[in-house]
């Protein structure tokens, strides 16, 4: 029999649900995700786990929650190095064969948060209002940009986004969103005399929240996804 409830208040998937609802730190809430993936035997749901806690390397790597809508600024500099201020980019500077391979490939306004959770929280702790972030394709577009459009004593030394930090706040959330819903994905396909989930429920519960990728299931008389 299959329950949407772990039968014992002490299981520790109930006591991770507890937790999600009275707002324990994710950083927290992760470490015992990271727990309950080892004693599931789960690969899945630790690779998860720890992407969250220690970051995301790549972009492609970066989960669609973690996207945010971003402001791509460029950096300027005199002839001595010293900074010169900073003014809104658009993509427009760019030369048209460059401006047309760029398009074909990313969206500049498209900003990902890929640091670890912890670093994520302290930024929305700050107590500011807008954060900087370098892009991985900054430097080939800063150098591109200072060729073609450099002033005589003026450099383009950077080019960055800037995210609100309502947007981090909201990645936040959508964290705690998709943990909340894996962590009741697992104990609807916990037995109810299990206190954890087994491998094979960890596995389709981060295929069904996480990947996007819910698994083929084979009945007799038909087949449900």
Excluded at 169 to 174: D, E, I, K, M, N
Aim: glycine share 8%.
């Amino acid at each position: 029999m299959m329950s949407g409830m772990v039968s014992r208040q002490g299981g520790a998937l109930a006591q991770i649900q507890a937790d999600v609802a009275s707002g324990v730190p994710l950083s927290q809430l992760l470490s015992k995700i990271v727990v309950l993936g080892r004693e599931a035997g789960s690969q899945e749901l630790l690779d998860w786990a720890n992407q969250e806690l220690h970051g995301y390397v790549g972009a492609d790597s970066v989960p669609a929650y973690r996207h945010v809508a971003a402001v791509v600024m460029l950096a300027l500099a005199d002839g001595a190095g010293r900074s010169a201020g900073r003014q809104r980019f658009s993509d427009s500077l760019l030369p048209e064969q460059f401006r047309e391979i760029i398009r074909s490939k990313f969206d500049m306004e498209d900003a990902y948060l890929s640091q670890g959770v912890g670093e994520v929280e302290a930024m929305a702790a700050a107590g500011t209002a807008e954060h900087d972030l370098i892009p991985c394709w900054s430097p080939p577009i800063a150098k591109a940009l200072d060729d073609h459009y450099g002033k005589q004593g003026i450099r383009i030394t950077d080019v960055f986004w800037t995210v609100s930090n309502v947007s981090v706040q909201g990645v936040l959330v959508r964290i705690r969103a998709t943990l909340a819903q894996l962590v009741a994905e697992m104990a609807a396909l916990t037995l109810d005399d299990q206190e954890a989930p087994d491998k094979e429920a960890a596995d389709k519960a981060v295929q069904i929240v996480v990947t996007g990728d819910r698994p083929t299931i084979n009945y007799s008389a038909q087949q449900a996804g």
